[in-house]
């Protein structure tokens, strides 16, 4: 998008301001698919990521997807039931039993209360295909945004 932004300069608009425009215009498009695939998934979409657009030197990038926050493991946010669902999660199994009550006896002889016990959680991504399978459509979004921006400039 090189050649747009420097018409975009050329007719006296600013870069930065084109840039981020373009990136959230990409970003709501992956958020949407990102929503659809959680509720399909019984996700809750509490804790999505507000896309901001965020500079390093010359480098603008955008993050979608769930903040995690801390981990909980009575009450996971919806940011680790995303990651779960995104990439699985393995039973806890290993050298410990578990009692109805969630206490554990670790391989030391310790008891220690656990969280609720979901057993394992077979992997089922929804925010890693958002992103490939949307690749053209996020191009295509990005360059319009400047496109129209460059068209205001010039009317």
Do not use: H
Request: hydrophobic fraction near 35%.
């Amino acid at each position: 998008f090189d050649g747009l932004l420097e018409e975009i300069q050329s007719a006296g608009g600013e870069i930065a301001p084109a840039t981020e425009r373009a990136l959230q215009s990409s970003a709501k498009l992956l958020t949407n698919d990102i929503k659809s695939g959680a509720a399909q998934r019984n996700v809750p979409t509490t804790d999505l990521i507000n896309p901001t657009p965020k500079w390093s030197g010359n480098r603008c990038s955008i993050e979608v997807g769930f903040k995690l926050g801390a981990y909980d493991s009575v009450n996971p946010s919806s940011g680790y039931l995303a990651l779960f669902k995104e990439y699985g999660a393995p039973s806890g199994g290993g050298d410990r039993t578990v009692n109805e009550a969630g206490v554990v006896k670790n391989f030391d002889g310790e008891y220690k209360t656990l969280g609720m016990s979901r057993g394992a959680v077979k992997a089922d991504p929804f925010i890693r295909p958002a992103l490939e399978q949307n690749q053209k459509a996020i191009r295509e979004a990005q360059k319009t945004a400047l496109e129209r921006i460059l068209g205001g400039l010039k009317s």
